[in-house]
Structure formats: C-alpha cells, structure tokens
C-alpha cells in the first residue's frame, strides 16, 4: 500500500454547515420558515442536489432546478469558509501518513469552482499530491476514472491505494478502481437511513484516526 485518497465532505471536512446555510437563506429569502442544520446534514456530500432536496423537496428533474442549483452556487461560494472544518483526527491522521511515507489525496465531486478554493484556504491540504475535483476528468464517481486520475498524479498504481468515503457512491467508484475501500462512518453517509454494512467496503471506521489502526493491522 502506497497512498491514500479521501473523499471530501463528510470524510476529510465538515462543509455542512456552510451547505446547509447557503440553502436555508434561499429558504428564508422566500419567506419560508428556516430549517435546523440537522436536517441537511446527512445529505451534505450530495452537494446542492440534496441541499436544495431539503430545502425545496426539488429534484433535478425539475424545470426550475438549474436555476436554483446556480443561486445555491452564489451562496454557497459567498460563505464556504465561514464555518467548514476539519474533522476532529484528520490532521493527526494525514500526519502520521506522511510519517509513514505514503502519498495522500483527495478525491471529490465537488467541482473545482469551489474544490481549488476551499482548499487552498485551508492548510492542511498543502501536502496533498494530488487534488482531483468533480469535473477534473470527463466523469465523477461513482465512475472509477476520478480515482485512476489521482493515483496517475501521486505516480502510484490504483491497486497500491485505499479510499477512504462516506457515501456509497465513493465504495463503488474505489472498487471499480481495484482499490481497497473504507467507509467514513462518522460521515454524512447520503441519508440518515443509510446502511454503510451494505455498501460492501473492506473495512469500515467510526472517527478518523481509526484508520491507523487498519494499517497497523495490515
């Protein structure tokens, strides 16, 4: 094993917050009754597709989403820094990687209007390898390719990566990629119904640093 790759929201950061803000103040704008953040929280990962699902109950079939969907981009873009963090056990973890010597990065669905921003206001991404966005390649997972993309920039085979995500979508795209998988638990994991047990990962963590215990036993 040579690198690790991580989705984004829901694994390395907590961007709920500001997700779930930019749709409630469309909410509120309307002069509709404003949601608590606990409602948008399981879809954050779902970006404004579920953040609009909750605040609106829209789907992108719908002919008035694309145009919701760019409002939400505006807000979204005006506040993503205001109060996204990352998770309790990241840094020590992306630390404790580097230590070892494996190569890190991310992997993302969140486009690079917002991906290329937000994380090179925040630190701890510096060290990454590599930073692959939603629109990076022609596709986005659960399609393997974003993953292939990301081990091609570390110099690293996809068999010699773990992908470490919170939703589904992430499980599939990392075993489409012959990649061990593991699911961030602790996440926002698509819904508050989700059952990570039949995602079919190889392995499974409740809070980041858990990770390290993998590896030890591996």
């Known amino acids: 094993m040579q690198a690790v790759l991580f989705d984004l929201d829901g694994t390395l950061i907590d ?3 500001d997700l779930g803000a930019a749709a409630d103040k469309m909410r509120t704008d309307r002069g509709l009754a404003p949601y608590p953040l606990e409602r948008y929280r399981p879809l954050a990962g779902a970006g404004a597709r579920g953040m609009l ?3 609106f109950d829209i789907t992108p079939d719908a002919p008035e989403f694309d145009a919701l969907r760019e409002e939400f981009y505006v807000a979204y873009e005006r506040r993503m820094l205001l109060n996204t963090l990352v998770f309790d056990g990241v840094a020590p973890l992306i630390e404790a990687l580097r230590e070892r010597g494996l190569r890190w990065g991310v992997v993302t669905n969140k486009s690079a209007r917002f991906t290329d921003p937000l994380t090179g206001a925040m630190p701890l991404f510096a060290s990454a390898g590599a930073i692959v966005s939603g629109d990076t390649t022609p596709f986005s997972k659960p399609h393997p390719e974003p993953l292939h993309e990301a081990a091609r920039r570390l110099g690293v085979a996809s068999e010699a990566c773990i992908y470490v995500g919170d939703d589904e979508r992430d499980i599939i795209a990392g075993r489409a990629a012959g990649m061990r998988t593991v699911a961030a638990t602790y996440g926002y994991m698509g819904s508050s119904e989700a059952d990570s047990t039949l ?20």
């Open 15 to 17: 961007s709920a917050p």
């Open 199 to 218: 995602w079919r990962a190889d392995a499974s963590i409740s809070s980041p640093l858990e990770l390290l215990k993998l590896l030890n036993s591996a």
């Open 53 to 55: 699902g909750v605040a």
